[in-house]
């Protein structure tokens, strides 16, 4: 039911995400990690529209106690949006897709999603607690989901020399832009990825 548990340290045990996880997988999102997955990074302007929709509503009501519920009502609506998005975000993953999660004392403390389409499979995102990290679990997630998948597997690198680093010492190159299926970029709505580093597993590796 767990997969193999010889490459996490005790207490660990990695699983398949079914639909009954979705609030754990939610909550694992409350301390922040969420917002490095690549769909949900484009959030960061909200505080500076937020503040400019104050200053606007003020002039336009005259009135603090105005502005300052509109304001609340608005923050209010853009966070059922956001838990929207992130609940049909993770129902797609668990159910079109790949999805395993390791849990340390009944918690979610990583979390690894990806698909399969003909030529290939992609890892949609793959996230760690910052309190875990430099653990082995991160590898132990590639591992476990490899086996499921089609070669060659790609993944989205964000620049950073930690990531890119850990991405190689699991077998992954880097790759042309060219060279990565025209599924992926479409499935992600852009002409181009950059900054983000093209990588791939291949099965001989």
């Not at 990695?14 to 922040?32: E, P, T, Y």
Request: charged share 15%.
């Amino acid at each position: 039911m767990f997969g193999n548990n010889q490459e996490l340290p005790p207490g660990f045990i990695v699983r398949r995400v079914r639909n009954s996880d979705i609030s754990d997988v939610l909550k694992f999102g409350d301390n922040g990690e969420l917002l490095e997955s690549e769909e949900l990074r484009t959030l960061n302007p909200f505080i500076l529209i937020i503040i400019l929709l104050f200053i606007v509503l003020s002039f336009i009501v005259g009135s603090f106690i105005a502005s300052l519920f509109y304001i609340l009502l608005t923050i209010t609506f853009f966070i059922l949006i956001i838990y929207g998005a992130n609940y049909i975000y993770w129902l797609n993953n668990i159910n079109s897709g790949e999805c395993f999660a390791i849990y340390h004392h009944n918690q979610i403390c990583a979390i690894i999603a990806a698909f399969s389409f003909d030529s290939g499979s992609y890892i949609k995102c793959l996230l760690v607690k910052n309190a875990y990290r430099r653990r082995g679990l991160g590898s132990c997630l590639i591992n476990r989901i490899r086996q499921n998948l089609n070669y060659p597997i790609y993944v989205l690198c964000f620049p950073e020399p930690d990531l890119v680093e850990f991405y190689s010492s699991n077998g992954f190159v880097a790759i042309e832009e060219n060279e990565l299926p025209r599924r992926i970029i479409k499935s992600k709505g852009v002409q181009s990825i950059s900054p983000l580093i093209p990588m791939m597993l291949e099965e001989n590796l």
